[in-house]
């Protein structure tokens, strides 16, 4: 199993040289990857970072940990954007880049905010259409796409990639929701989240959903399933007590997520510095 640590880029996380702070922070303390949050806006009067300057930040300050958005909503980000931004962060951070995606909530209203698609159906078409839209960019071959959300006259983009085949892309759902997990099945890596932000998933859950993305999976190609939960890092027999039972059901990265409303940011700084909660 793998550690990593995972903050929002809104509110006292917004800026972005305190985040490239904290993932220096955790790359000495021993995690292996630090994620952010991907959010135009929140429900309240907040700052706001744009995750991929934040990011860039990030890769800047580090030289060995994985770094990404934990998720970008693909409806709100033109692909032909994200393709340029990411394939730039993968050759800034030396190929350590991880894409996570997903469709989106308007739990802080950042949906309705700007007259955006709130049908989950749809948003889940323009999902599957820009990852199409994604990859055939990343290529670096010359492509064209026509679809209902996204056309793309023929185009070449380069450079390609630094990590290969490609960037990893980890598809987050929430459980027991089960078409982000067939879409997940077909890339590299899935983020279950429960239906409740503040609710974690049990062990008895990622052994489900790794069952039900064998059944999914048409390839034997490495895949990460990904949990988020808390450990307090003053007792490793606890901390590895909370995530052994994780590991076994067969999550390969525990994902510490600490949400801002509920831990003040000092109180987290101290988490990161304690390092990674290991079985």
């Known amino acids: 199993m793998r550690y990593a640590f995972d903050t929002p880029q809104f509110g006292p996380y917004a800026n972005p040289k305190l985040l490239a702070e904290l993932a220096r922070d955790a790359e000495d303390a021993g995690w292996d990857a ?13 700052p706001v970072a744009d995750p991929w300057i934040a990011l860039a930040a990030m ?10 958005p934990l998720v970008t909503p693909l409806f709100r ?30 739990v802080f209203t950042e949906i309705s905010a700007f007259d955006g698609p ?3 159906k749809l948003r889940a078409a323009m999902l599957e259409e820009g990852l199409a839209v994604l990859l055939g960019l990343w290529s670096g071959e010359k492509f064209s796409f026509d679809g209902k959300h996204y056309k793309v006259r023929e185009t070449q983009f380069l450079p390609v990639s630094v990590r290969k085949p490609r960037i990893p892309i980890w598809v987050a759902g929430s459980w027991p929701h089960k078409p982000p997990f067939r879409r997940a099945a077909r890339f590299d890596g899935v983020v279950p989240v429960s239906t409740d932000i503040e609710k974690s998933l049990a062990p008895d859950d990622v052994r489900t959903i790794v069952a039900f993305i064998k059944s999914q999976r048409t390839s034997d190609a490495p895949f990460d399933v990904v949990h988020s939960g ?23 990265w525990w994902l510490e997520g600490i949400l801002p409303w509920k831990t003040p940011l000092e109180k987290v700084r101290a988490r990161i510095r304690k390092g990674p909660p290991r079985v």
């Open 118 to 120: 709130l049908d989950d």
């Open 230 to 252: 808390e450990t307090p890092g003053d007792n490793k027999e606890q901390d590895s007590a909370i995530v052994a039972p994780y590991a076994e059901a067969g999550a390969t």
């Open 59 to 68: 890769a800047i300050a580090t030289k060995r940990i994985m770094l990404g």
């Open 77 to 106: 980000r033109n692909p032909w954007k994200l393709a340029r931004e990411t394939v730039t962060l993968d050759h800034l951070s030396d190929g350590r880049l991880v894409l996570g995606v997903g469709l989106g909530t308007d």
């Open 34 to 46: 630090f994620f952010i949050w991907d959010h135009i806006q929140v429900g309240w009067s907040d």
